[in-house]
């Protein structure tokens, strides 16, 4: 069937061919077109040469047309599929093949500013910080929605890079224009945790309550320990304001508020720290906050007298010993001191307790208690090995030579 179309339609052809020319020498026939004092003349043959040659034309244009606009949805399909690519590698952590779909499918890809965030966070990734910022900058000069995103990812390149200041300064220009993002908020946060800017965190406080932090969080005792090691000015005063802004939940934290107390007797006057701590300390029991409250500049009679009085609602641990001896000390009560600190030791053998009733045994003139003591919690702190010990202590080269020249009785 083949073979006879390849030899039929040549003929066919061939033969029309023939036709045509003998019909043009028989009659060529004649064709005038007048417009105005204009007028072409032809023959019929030409003129139907000139309209077939204007048919053909207009076929191949629209077919051009077709064509091109076939070709916009096939790179638009190109884009969509790469994106679609870089997307998965990208979730899979295969990075350098997100990287290639990513780039490759840029300038085809229905969101371009999806390529160009995920193009950035890749090139975070591999600590290309200036690729970060190229790629973000880009984003926003084309996508001026995407300012909140770009914005967070150059904050997080800078960060991570531990460009802390510069970090600072995208974070401040995102919080102009998003002060109640809760992801700008947090940031700062973490920025300025960095940058043990602890008035900064102080000041930071009742935004990210409202950002939903609402929880005791680990920074807040840090801050709390930098407050007491470099104080500012006012700190007692400010300390007890950012108190007062904390949820509940933030407030009855065991720790968030041993830190808190410690911090109010080391930056606020003494009659302040005692009534914040015999507050705290009869709305919930935490022994190590009686270490604090014996610590205290106020009259220890008083504090004595409020401390024995807890003994008898709670229970004995060896931090509440070790209070009730300091505060016998500091009454010179030794006697009730010693005994406080040694009941202690029975319940807990504390390195405080150890060390705090060594010193008074050796102001009592119990020397040898007390050094005894003192190398058991060597012992104990360094973990030295057992090893065999003279029984006795060994004589000097110097008591040997005394006994040799010593007279002897006959």
């Given amino acids: 069937m083949n073979v006879l179309r390849l030899i039929l339609w040549p003929l066919i052809i061939l033969a029309l061919g023939g036709l045509l020319g003998y019909l043009m020498r028989q009659d060529p026939g004649y064709l ?4 105005g004092d204009h007028a072409v003349e032809m023959s019929i043959w030409v003129a139907l040469a000139i ?5 053909l034309g207009l076929v191949f244009l629209r077919s051009l047309l077709r064509g091109l606009g076939r070709l916009r949805p096939n790179r638009h399909a190109r884009g969509v599929q790469k ?19 990513l780039t490759r499918g840029e300038a085809d890809s229905p969101l371009p500013w999806v390529n160009q965030l995920l193009l950035a966070r890749i090139a975070q990734a591999e600590k290309d910080y200036p690729t970060v910022a190229a790629w973000l900058d880009k984003a926003t000069q084309e996508h001026p929605h995407m300012e909140l995103a770009s914005g967070l990812l150059l ?11 510069l970090a600072l300064a995208h974070a401040k220009r995102l919080e102009q224009n998003h002060p109640s993002n809760p992801f700008v908020i947090r940031l700062l946060r973490d920025i300025h945790v960095r940058l043990e800017d602890w008035q900064s965190l102080m000041d930071l406080q009742p935004r990210l309550i409202k950002a939903g932090r609402r929880k005791p969080e680990d920074w807040q005792c840090k801050m709390l320990s930098g407050l007491i090691k470099s104080p500012p000015a006012n700190a007692g005063q400010k300390l007890q304001k950012w108190w007062k802004q904390l949820t509940s939940e933030q407030q009855t934290d065991p720790e968030l508020r041993y830190w808190y107390l410690r911090g109010l007797v080391a930056l606020e006057k003494p009659h302040v ?24 500049g106020t009259p220890a009679r008083e504090r004595l007298r409020q401390a024995e009085s807890w003994l008898q609602k ?36 504390l390195p405080e307790l150890q060390l705090e009733l060594a010193r008074l045994e050796a102001a009592l003139g119990l020397g040898e208690e007390s050094q005894n003591r003192l190398a058991r919690l060597s012992e104990e702190i360094l973990q030295l090995p057992a090893l065999p010990l003279p029984e006795k202590p060994a004589k000097t080269a110097y008591e040997k030579q005394q006994e040799l020249a010593a007279p002897t009785d006959h």
């Fill in 32 to 35: 005038l077109l007048a417009w």
């Fill in 51 to 55: 309209v077939g040659l204007a048919l």
């Fill in 83 to 101: 994106l679609e690519k870089g997307i998965q590698a990208f979730l899979e952590l295969r990075l350098p093949k997100a990287k290639r779909n």
């Fill in 155 to 165: 904050v997080l390149s800078a960060y991570e890079s531990r460009q802390l200041d």
């Fill in 273 to 296: 720290a005692q009534l914040a701590l015999e507050q705290a300390l009869n709305k919930e029991w935490d022994s190590r906050l009686l270490t604090l409250y014996s610590r205290l």
């Fill in 314 to 349: 709670q229970p004995r641990d060896a931090l509440f010993m070790l209070a009730l001896g300091r505060l016998c000390l500091q009454e010179g009560l030794w006697g009730k001191s010693q005994d406080y600190f040694k009941e202690g030791l029975r319940l807990e053998s």
